[in-house]
């Protein structure tokens, strides 16, 4: 079975400043996905960055980058500049790969969530 | 085009009512799921379709009933609702039903009040 966990239910963070946003999963599969995902307060799930397994760098997105630890299992996603515009939830994902002999039928498990409030 | 279509945006229905909610995607996925989530909490996984036909059912009430005419289209059919399934429903489609590296790409969702 997957699992995430997000440990800071809520964050907060003044304008222009960096921000870690903490996730650490759990997986029997060998190979899998970790995506972080953004939720304003309308409700649309804005996909942010991706980062597989056997990804040996760190994925960048503009402003977004993942800090990709695999023997930690951790997946913290690191925000530079903040803006007032980054105020939302943001998920932490994973998905499975069922083909490589994994048990997650390919399903995108969410964590909990962290509420991020950008401070001007 | 690159989005996930649904539509209504915002849906009030009274419990004994019959109501559809639709989802739409013109990228080639073939896969597309429902997801229902409460207010700040994460979306929780209720269908999965691969190819067009239904792969996943997360023990969901029979009151819901998904349909996928085809590659393009996911309905969700909704009767006899109660008014704890009050929500957003969400869907997604993925490229490919399996592989770890492709994401779900999300609709804004539809916001359901059962009253």
């Known amino acids: 079975a997957q699992k995430i966990t997000q440990t800071q239910p809520g964050m907060f963070v003044q304008e222009k400043e960096a921000v870690t946003l903490d996730c650490t999963y759990d997986?029997?599969?060998?190979?899998?996905?970790l995506f972080w995902y953004k939720q304003p307060s309308s409700g649309e799930m804005i996909f942010l960055i991706y980062q597989g397994s056997y990804d040996e760098q760190n994925a960048t997105e503009g402003r977004y980058s993942l800090n990709f630890q695999k023997a930690r299992k951790s997946a913290n996603l690191v925000i530079s500049a903040s803006q007032l515009g980054d105020s939302a939830m943001y998920f932490c994902a994973m998905r499975g790969a069922p083909r490589a002999g994994g048990t997650s039928y390919g399903k995108l498990t969410f964590g909990q969530g962290t509420i991020l409030t950008v401070h001007p | 085009d690159t989005e996930v279509t649904q539509t209504p945006k915002h849906l009030v229905m009274g419990m004994t009512n019959k109501k559809s909610l639709k989802c739409e995607q013109h990228m080639g996925h073939r896969a597309m799921y429902w997801y229902k989530q409460k207010a700040k909490k994460p979306p929780e996984l209720m269908f999965v379709?691969?190819?067009?036909?239904?792969?996943i059912n997360e023990s969901v009430p029979s009151r819901f009933s998904p349909e996928c005419p085809n590659s393009s289209l996911l309905n969700l059919h909704l009767h006899a609702l109660q008014p704890e399934d009050s929500a957003l429903y969400l869907c997604?489609?993925?490229?490919?039903?399996?592989?770890?590296?492709?994401?779900?790409?999300f609709g804004s969702g539809t916001r359901l009040t059962v009253v």
């Open positions: 997604a489609s993925s490229q490919d039903p399996d592989r770890a590296s492709y994401g779900y790409t």
């Open positions: 379709y691969s190819y067009e036909k239904l792969s």
């Open positions: 997986t029997s599969d060998q190979s899998y996905g």
